[in-house]
């Protein structure tokens, strides 16, 4: 059964920094591509960055580029997401995503609250 499990979310002020980690399980997870997702209140999906299997490439949401960095530890079938200077529109539950099969997975997600 494929799982990832999504943590590090909290409330933190503007200008802060969070660390996003989701835990793979159930799949041969250096196999994959990884993503971050979120969901603002009231709004739809937005994909926020990629990683592919060995890490060597990154790609990133122009909202996000410069202030967040995705990467990955295949040892530990984990996969990270460092968040600085954060602002108020950062505020939403991050979801870590990946697709097998033709069919798109992800965890339980995250709360991820900017306000002073």
């Known amino acids: 059964e494929v799982q990832l499990v999504e943590s590090g979310g909290g409330l933190v002020q503007p200008g802060g920094s969070l660390r996003l980690s989701c835990t793979a399980s159930?799949?041969?997870?250096?196999?994959?591509?990884m993503r971050w997702v979120r969901q603002a209140p009231g709004k739809g999906l937005e994909w926020v960055s990629s990683?592919?299997?060995?890490?060597?490439?990154?790609t990133y949401a122009d909202s996000v580029k410069g202030r967040f960095t995705i990467s990955r530890d295949n040892a530990k079938n984990t996969l990270y997401l460092q968040m600085n200077s954060l602002k108020p529109d950062d505020t939403a539950v991050y979801y870590c995503?990946?697709?097998?099969?033709?069919?798109?997975?992800r965890g339980q997600g995250t709360q991820v609250t900017v306000s002073s």
């Open positions: 995503t990946t697709r097998i099969l033709l069919r798109d997975y």
């Open positions: 159930g799949f041969t997870f250096d196999s994959n591509t």
């Open positions: 990683i592919t299997r060995a890490g060597g490439s990154t």
